[in-house]
C-alpha cells in the first residue's frame, strides 16, 4: 500500500521508529516527483491516480529540468495511463527533442573516453550509462548527455594532463588548480568549446575520503562491459546501487529530486541482481544510510517489496556520526539558520578532506605523483 503525495511518512512505523531515522525523508524527492515516479513505477491503478494528481497540480509549461527527465519515463506509457491525454504529441515532441540533443552530447563526450582509452587508462563509467550497460531497458530515453568517468587515483594527473592537451577543461582552472580543487571533492566537470560534458572522478562518494584499499577492491569488483566498441568497466550491481543512492539523495538548491529512483527501483528489481552484499558493501563506501533511506522510499512511496532482513542489516550500520553529518548536509534547509549549520559543517568536512588528502591522497603521496598504483 502506498501513501498519497500529500501525507508524511509516519514516525511511528516498526520499520522506522521515532528516532533520527525520521530525518531521513528529508533527502527524499519533494511531492510533484514523487507523484511523477508513481506514475512511472506503480501499478497501474495507482499510476493513473498518481498522474491524475501531478496534472491537476502542475503544468507542462512550468516543468522544470528534473520534472522532463521523469516525464520522459512516464511518456512512454501514456497510452495506458491516459489514452486522452491532450498534451501527448507535445510531450512526446519534448521528450525528443531533448533525448535527442543528449545522444548528440553524448556522441562528442566519448571523445575524452577514447583518449583515456587510447593511453590504456582503466576507465569505469558511473551513473546512466552504467544502469543502461548493467541492466538495459529498450523503452528508456535518457535526457543526460554528460559521461561520469572514473580512473584510478594513480591515473589522475596523467588523465587530466591528457585531456586538458585536447582542450578539456574546467574554465580558469590550470591543472594545479584542478587538482587542488578535488582535494575536497570526488570529482571534477570538464567541457570542451566543440561540444561535449563529462566528470572526471577519482572516488564515488561525495564527503568522504576512501581509502586506496576500499578503491581497489571496488576496481576489483568491477566487470567489463561494452559501449559501443569501446571495452570499459562498470561497477558491480551492489556498488552501482550505492553510488546512485549516494548521488540522488541529494539537494540540488535546496530541492530534491527523484530521477535517481527509475535507474535504482529498475536495478533492484532486476532478477538478476543479487543482493546479499548490499549491506557489507554499503558500509565499505559509506553509503549505508543513503542505501536504507533510498529502499524505504521506494517501500513506502512506491510500494516496492523489501526484504526486512535487509533493512535490518542496513540499520544495524548506520548508527556511525560522520554517515549521519554527510546526509544531513545534503538535505534541504528549513530556514536561514539552518542553512548557516549546513554551510558551517559542510566546510569543516571539506577541510578535513583537504587533511586527509595531503596526508594520504594522490596530492602529496609520492607513491601517487609518480604514478605508481596503489
Same mark, same amino acid.
Given at each position: 500500500?502506498?501513501?498519497?503525495?500529500s501525507e508524511?511518512?509516519s514516525?511511528?512505523?516498526?520499520?522506522e521508529?521515532?528516532?533520527?531515522?525520521g530525518?531521513?525523508?528529508?533527502?527524499?524527492?519533494?511531492?510533484?516527483d514523487? %507523484?511523477?515516479?508513481? @506514475?512511472?513505477?506503480c501499478?497501474p491503478?495507482?499510476?493513473r491516480?498518481?498522474?491524475d494528481?501531478?496534472k491537476?497540480?502542475n503544468?507542462?509549461?512550468d516543468?522544470t529540468?528534473?520534472?522532463?527527465k521523469?516525464l520522459?519515463v512516464v511518456s512512454?506509457?501514456?497510452?495506458?495511463?491516459d489514452?486522452?491525454?491532450?498534451d501527448t504529441r507535445r %510531450?512526446?515532441?519534448l521528450? #525528443?527533442? %531533448?533525448w535527442?540533443a543528449?545522444?548528440?552530447?553524448?556522441?562528442?563526450s566519448?571523445?575524452?573516453?577514447d583518449?583515456?582509452?587510447a593511453?590504456?587508462?582503466?576507465?569505469l563509467?558511473?551513473k546512466?550509462p552504467?544502469?543502461?550497460?548493467? @541492466?538495459?531497458?529498450?523503452?528508456?530515453?535518457?535526457?543526460?548527455?554528460?559521461?561520469?568517468?572514473?580512473?584510478r587515483?594513480?591515473?589522475?594527473r596523467h @588523465?587530466l594532463?591528457l585531456?586538458?592537451?585536447?582542450?578539456?577543461?574546467?574554465?580558469n582552472?590550470?591543472l594545479?588548480?584542478q587538482?587542488?580543487?578535488l582535494?575536497?571533492?570526488?570529482?571534477?566537470?570538464?567541457?570542451?568549446?566543440?561540444?561535449?560534458?563529462?566528470?572526471?572522478?577519482?572516488?564515488?562518494?561525495? !564527503?568522504?575520503w576512501?581509502s586506496?584499499r576500499?578503491l581497489a577492491?571496488?576496481?576489483?569488483?568491477?566487470?567489463p562491459a561494452?559501449?559501443?566498441?569501446r571495452?570499459? %568497466?562498470?561497477?558491480?550491481?551492489?556498488?552501482?546501487?550505492?553510488?546512485?543512492?549516494s548521488?540522488? !539523495?541529494?539537494?540540488?538548491?535546496?530541492?530534491?529530486?527523484?530521477a535517481?529512483?527509475?535507474?535504482f527501483?529498475?536495478?533492484?528489481t532486476?532478477?538478476?541482481v543479487?543482493?546479499?552484499?548490499?549491506?557489507e558493501? @554499503?558500509h565499505?563506501l559509506?553509503?549505508?544510510l543513503h542505501?536504507l533511506s533510498?529502499?524505504?522510499f521506494?517501500?513506502?512511496?512506491?510500494?516496492?517489496?523489501v526484504?526486512?532482513?535487509?533493512?535490518?542489516a542496513? #540499520?544495524?550500520?548506520?548508527?556511525?556520526?560522520?554517515?549521519r553529518?554527510?546526509?544531513y548536509v545534503?538535505?534541504?534547509? #528549513?530556514?536561514?539558520?539552518?542553512?548557516?549549520?549546513?554551510?558551517?559543517?559542510?566546510k569543516?568536512?571539506?577541510?578535513?578532506?583537504?587533511l586527509?588528502s595531503?596526508?594520504?591522497?594522490?596530492?602529496f603521496?609520492i607513491?601517487h605523483?609518480?604514478?605508481?598504483?596503489p
Open positions: 500500500m502506498t501513501l498519497p503525495a508524511p511518512v514516525e511511528t512505523s516498526p520499520l521508529p521515532r528516532s533520527w531515522l530525518s531521513l525523508t528529508a533527502a527524499w524527492p519533494d511531492q510533484g514523487e %507523484l511523477l515516479l508513481r @506514475a512511472a513505477l501499478e491503478t495507482e499510476a491516480r498518481s498522474w494528481e501531478w491537476s497540480r503544468s507542462l509549461d516543468a529540468w528534473e520534472d522532463h521523469l520522459a512512454a506509457q501514456l497510452h495506458q495511463l489514452s486522452g491525454f491532450h %510531450l512526446q515532441g521528450v #525528443k527533442a %531533448l535527442t543528449a545522444q548528440i552530447k553524448q556522441q562528442a566519448l571523445g575524452a573516453l583518449i583515456l582509452i593511453a590504456q587508462i582503466p576507465v563509467l558511473l546512466g552504467a544502469f543502461d550497460l548493467a @541492466a538495459p531497458r529498450p523503452d528508456r530515453r535518457r535526457l543526460s548527455g554528460d559521461l561520469d568517468i572514473f580512473v587515483r594513480c591515473d589522475l @588523465a594532463g585531456l586538458a592537451a585536447q582542450e578539456w577543461r574546467q574554465q582552472y590550470s594545479a588548480s587538482l587542488r580543487y582535494r575536497t571533492r570526488p570529482g571534477i566537470n570538464l567541457t570542451r568549446d566543440h561540444g561535449g560534458d563529462i566528470d572526471i572522478h577519482h572516488q564515488p562518494i561525495h !564527503l568522504r576512501m586506496d576500499t577492491r571496488l576496481w576489483q569488483r568491477a566487470r561494452f559501449l559501443g566498441e571495452k570499459i %568497466l562498470i561497477p558491480s550491481d551492489a556498488d552501482l546501487l550505492c553510488i546512485s543512492a548521488h540522488g !539523495l541529494r539537494r540540488r538548491r535546496q530541492v530534491c529530486s527523484g535517481w529512483a527509475v535507474d527501483h529498475h536495478m533492484f532486476a532478477s538478476h543479487r543482493l546479499q552484499s548490499l549491506p558493501i @554499503a565499505e559509506g553509503a549505508t542505501v533510498a529502499l524505504l521506494l517501500q513506502r512511496a512506491i510500494g516496492t517489496p526484504d526486512a532482513d535487509l533493512i535490518a542496513l #540499520k544495524r550500520q548506520s548508527r556511525g556520526v560522520g554517515a553529518l554527510r546526509y545534503g538535505t534541504p534547509a #528549513k530556514n536561514e539558520r539552518d542553512r548557516r549549520n549546513r554551510r558551517r559543517l559542510q569543516f568536512m571539506e577541510a578535513r578532506l583537504t586527509l595531503y596526508c594520504s591522497g594522490p596530492f603521496s607513491r605523483l609518480h604514478g605508481k598504483a
